[in-house]
T-cell receptor, first 110, second 117 residues
Framework: LAKTTQPISMDSYEGQEVNITCSHN???????ITWYQQFPSQGPRFIIQ???TKVTNEVASLFIPADRKSSTLSLPRVSLSDTAVYYC???????????FGAGTRLAVHP | EAEVAQSPRYKITEKSQAVAFWCDPI?????LYWYRQILGQGPELLVQ????????DSQLPKDRFSAERLKGVDSTLKIQPAELGDSAMYLC???????????????FGEGSRLTVL
């Protein structure tokens, strides 16, 4: 049922920049794109949200092209503590229904 | 910082027993979600409330699961009878979202881990 598609897993090394791309071909005009991070045995945590172009906060950047059919989460200079599952979500239908896919498992190596 | 409260944090029960989970969302949040997460998978939406009304329960196994949010504040998710396959993390989330207002960020609780023996 997920409206988004993202890689199942990625590997990186400490200090590198990591880019995770999500496809959301059927995004509606007014939908925001939101990314969450989840560590084992914890609930997902909001990372960043955007509607178009570029959004940056203290932990990540989100790039959204003009057609909005994809988005890229960029994590600068990752550390071991960034090892987690990352989910890309867009609302599904009305009432802000949010369905999680399998997410992207990011493993950061020393 | 306001948080979503969930209890119990851990629950071990035997097959065919009843179990209940409680969630207290962030004050003022109109939308409340219950998700189930099996180890290694993404969270699965079970039920979504807008105030006290259910707006989506299409994935809720209604023969054994029930959920309520009587006054539009806290919520209870019940399983009766529990089955082995119900072993999972049950996550509650809330959002400020209302139609035409808010961008829908979800705030999750720490979850309730259920083990059915």
């Amino acid at each position: 049922l997920a409206k988004t598609t993202q890689p199942i897993s990625m590997d990186s090394y400490e200090g590198q920049e990591v880019n995770i791309t999500c496809s959301h071909n059927n995004i509606a005009t007014n939908d925001y794109i939101t990314w969450y991070q989840q560590f084992p045995s914890q609930g997902p945590r909001f990372i960043i949200q955007g509607y178009k172009t570029k959004v940056t906060n203290e932990v990540a950047s989100l790039f959204i092209p003009a057609d909005r059919k994809s988005s890229t989460l960029s994590l600068p200079r990752v550390s071991l503590s960034d090892t987690a599952v990352y989910y890309c979500l867009v609302p599904f239908g009305g009432y802000n229904k949010l369905i999680f896919g399998a997410g992207t498992r990011l493993a950061v190596h020393p | 910082e306001a948080e979503v409260a969930q209890s119990p944090r851990y629950k071990i029960t035997e097959k065919s027993q009843a179990v209940a989970f409680w969630c207290d969302p962030i004050s003022g949040h109109a939308t409340l979600y219950w998700y189930r997460q099996i180890l290694g998978q993404g969270p699965e939406l079970l039920v979504q409330f807008q105030d006290e009304s259910v707006v989506d329960d299409s994935q809720l196994p209604k023969d054994r699961f029930s959920a309520e949010r009587l006054k539009g504040v806290d919520s209870t998710l019940k399983i009766q009878p529990a089955e082995l396959g119900d072993s999972a993390m049950y996550l509650c989330a809330s959002s400020f979202w209302r139609e035409g207002r808010g961008t829908g960020e979800l705030f999750f609780g720490e979850g309730s881990r259920l083990t059915v023996l």
